[in-house]
T-cell receptor, first 114, second 117 residues
Framework: NAGVTQTPKFRVLKTGQSMTLLCAQD?????MYWYRQDPGMGLRLIHY???????AKGEVPDGYNVSRLKKQNFLLGLESAAPSQTSVYFC?????????????FGQGTRLTVV | AQTVTQSQPEMSVQEAETVTLSCTYD???????LFWYKQPPSRQMILVIR??????QNATENRFSVNFQKAAKSFSLKISDSQLGDAAMYFC??????????????FGQGTRLTINP
């Protein structure tokens, strides 16, 4: 049982380049989230999705786009990377049913923009 | 907006002793969930304990327990008999309703816990 898998684990980008981070979950979760983690700031929500074909903005959405074409996948895109987007990115997922409310996390992606 | 505050950036404790990590939150909701997550150097986010706001009884998981004070909007984590493997960054998190019922998770800034042998 893989849980939540993020691809890639590490990436170095040049300013202005684009890339897509992939998140895949095999738990049939309805909710999926993308967070970024920066020192001293905890995890901040970028975008989230309540189901296939739906997305919404979180706390820090600027410079990012997302898509959820399939229930099990949630993609995070950077169209024109900036050094301020250097961070560790986490994907998470959770059930709609509040009987099991906790989110399950991927292992993170360390992105450096130079 | 809902916020979560962890006022202790770093804490340290002697092995086998007890340590308490603090967390406060701000919300106008009456029903919600609170969590403590552990992040060791491996970077993996691990759920330590969860508390449901409508339950008055404090949650307990082995050596980990919480002191949930709903009126004061306080949610502290107590680690008893600290072990070297407890060394990690600890995050307090609050889950609240968003658009279309999405249950967004909001995190505090984290507390780095060091265990001294």
């Amino acid at each position: 049982n893989a849980g939540v898998t993020q691809t890639p684990k590490f990436r170095v980008l040049k300013t202005g380049q684009s890339m897509t981070l992939l998140c895949a979950q095999d738990m049939n979760h309805e909710y999926m989230y993308w967070y970024r983690q920066d020192p001293g700031m905890g995890l901040r929500l970028i975008h989230y999705s309540v189901g296939e074909g739906t997305t919404a903005k979180g706390e820090v959405p600027d410079g990012y786009n997302v898509s959820r074409l399939k229930k099990q996948n949630f993609l995070l895109g950077l169209e024109s990377a900036a050094p301020s987007q250097t961070s560790v990115y986490f994907c998470a997922s959770s059930y709609l049913d509040s009987g099991l409310p906790e989110a399950f996390f991927g292992q993170g992606t360390r992105l450096t923009v130079v | 907006a809902q916020t979560v505050t962890q006022s202790q950036p770093e804490m340290s404790v002697q092995e086998a002793e007890t340590v308490t990590l603090s967390c406060t939150y701000d919300t106008s909701e009456s029903d919600y969930y609170l969590f403590w997550y552990k992040q060791p150097p491996s970077r993996q986010m691990i759920l330590v304990i969860r508390q449901e706001a409508y339950k008055q009884q404090n949650a307990t998981e082995n050596r980990f327990s919480v002191n949930f004070q709903k009126a004061a909007k306080s949610f502290s984590l107590k680690i008893s008999d600290s072990q070297l493997g407890d060394a990690a960054m600890y995050f307090c998190a609050y889950r609240f309703p968003g658009i279309q019922g999405a249950q967004k998770l909001v995190f505090g800034q984290g507390t780095r816990l060091t265990i001294n042998p």
